[in-house]
């Protein structure tokens, strides 16, 4: 052994024993407060290796082609449940090839959508139609988003805090596919 290096005699660590992060910080797990039933979501101080662990050697692969996510049955569940929804909203008919008419392609879009502890919530699978491929002033006339600007959205939450209203957010799901064209558009 070298002069400069010491062993110190210490108890091994089992990988279930709790490891102290930064200062102010607890990673241990709390549940539900009996007073207000609500989830604590405050920072932890202390973690098990095995948690660490098990978080670290985590691998989300998200498939980059319809035939990579054909081979797995929960995106196959999930693509069938996004084309339930397009057909639902009576987003398109199938009709035959129009001739002379520009066609616009579609994709898939994949992502793995993940819960605070890091595991799997959901997958989602879009189809998407390849916009870019459209010119303007031939294929459409005009584009409109809605967007809020952020001073109004810091007005409405200082108002509802200055009233005690409650806010609520919500997400429209396909949301797009209730605008109405007046364009005739063919996707294949």
Known sequence: MDEGITQQDEPSQSLDTPIQMDEGFTLQDEGISESSQAIDHTPKKWRSVNEIMAQCNMCIVEPDSFEEADLDESWRNTMKAELKMIEKNNTWKLVDRPFGK???????????????????????????AKGYSQKPGIDYNETFAPVARLDTIRTLIALAAQKEWNLYQLDVKSAFLNGVLKEEVYVE
């Open 102 to 128: 520009p066609i616009i392609g579609v994709k898939w879009v994949y992502k793995t959508k993940l819960n605070l502890d890091g595991s799997v919530q959901k997958n989602k699978a879009r189809l998407v």
